[in-house]
């Protein structure tokens, strides 16, 4: 029986030393190749001139199914509604005013469709009963025309509604959606620091203070406290608006009491603060700004 054993042993060994040998290069080695395999990577994955895309042809998950419609749409009322309800939030007409130092935008909205459906934030978290319409973000960058990056120090203010499909306990947003939020808009926020306009998140520590409720409007406050290079510090803070509102809610009906729609209502609630590190990243020119509109 023993010889037997060590025969098996001897012809084992070869074939488990071959299957060692044959084994793919771990993820670990391919990020050691530098950013030229980032960009390769990139240039496969997401064309720079959607253009010369067309239907059954480049990257598969550019070419979305025609039987089925991409999730992140929305009925055009339920839209309609929300949008007529934000505009009438006080933050927001105070931002909207000609005399505002900050500039409106709906970052998601400018990633080509082919990609946003596939995103995070802009795809798969938009829809009914989860993220009701994209986010509305203001963007401040400081000192206007200063070309010096410590006088670029920049702020946003976001509004979002969160629905009923995004939480975590029966009743209360799930603590995970705030931090996505968070780190969503601090990089929107980062990105005026950075020459390239990108920068990927080092670290995020979010404090909860408050459970956070479902079908309520959230307004978002963030900014940059520190710029070193290519790194950039950022905080904010989180609170919800008073008013319970639904993708269905009637805009008029729902506006007769303004107060509602106001940060310092007393049923507003600030659910969460957070601090996060950027790091703008070295083959940041080899990266698709897809938020660069």
């Known amino acids: 029986m023993s010889n037997i054993s060590h025969m098996a042993r001897r012809l084992l060994r070869p074939q488990s030393a071959l299957a060692f040998r044959t084994t793919p290069p771990s993820i670990a080695r391919l990020h050691q190749q530098?950013?030229?395999r980032s960009a390769v990577v990139h240039d496969q994955a997401i064309p720079h001139d959607q253009h010369h895309?067309?239907?059954?042809?480049g990257a598969p998950f550019l070419s979305p199914s025609k039987s089925q419609a991409p999730t992140s749409q929305l009925s055009e009322s339920g839209a309609t509604s929300l949008d007529s309800l934000v505009s009438h939030i006080p933050l927001v007409q105070t931002l909207r005013?000609?005399?505002?130092?900050?500039?409106e935008s709906r970052p998601h909205l400018a990633i080509p469709p082919a990609?946003?459906?596939h995103h995070f934030v802009g795809g798969s978290l938009t829809g009914s009963g989860k993220l009701a319409f994209q986010p509305y973000m203001w963007l401040s960058t400081g000192k206007p025309g200063?070309?010096?990056?410590?006088?670029?120090?920049?702020s946003v203010v976001s509004v979002f509604h969160i629905g009923q499909d995004l939480c975590g306990h029966p009743g209360f947003v799930h603590g995970g959606l705030l931090s996505v939020m968070f780190d969503e808009v601090f990089?929107?926020?980062?990105?005026?620091?950075?020459?390239?306009?990108?920068?990927?998140?080092?670290?995020?520590?979010?404090?909860?203070?408050k459970p956070a409720l479902p079908d309520r409007i959230y307004v978002l406050r963030t900014k940059t406290t520190k710029v070193d290079g290519r790194k950039a510090w950022v905080e904010g803070r989180m609170t919800y608006l008073p008013l319970a509102v639904t993708q269905s809610t009637d805009a008029k009906s729902?506006?007769?009491?303004?107060?509602?729609?106001?940060?310092?209502?007393?049923?507003?609630?600030?659910?969460?603060e957070a601090k996060a590190l950027f790091v703008e990243p070295k083959f940041a020119d080899s990266m698709v700004s897809v938020y660069r509109n």
């Open 187 to 209: 990089a929107r926020c980062v990105s005026a620091a950075f020459p390239s306009g990108l920068g990927m998140t080092a670290n995020l520590n979010v404090d909860f203070r």
């Open 97 to 103: 005013d000609a005399h505002s130092s900050y500039k």
């Open 34 to 36: 530098g950013p030229s």
């Open 115 to 117: 990609i946003r459906q």
């Open 146 to 154: 200063s070309q010096a990056r410590k006088d670029r120090a920049s």
């Open 53 to 57: 895309v067309s239907a059954g042809e």
């Open 254 to 272: 729902a506006i007769s009491d303004l107060s509602l729609l106001q940060e310092d209502h007393e049923g507003a609630v600030m659910v969460a």
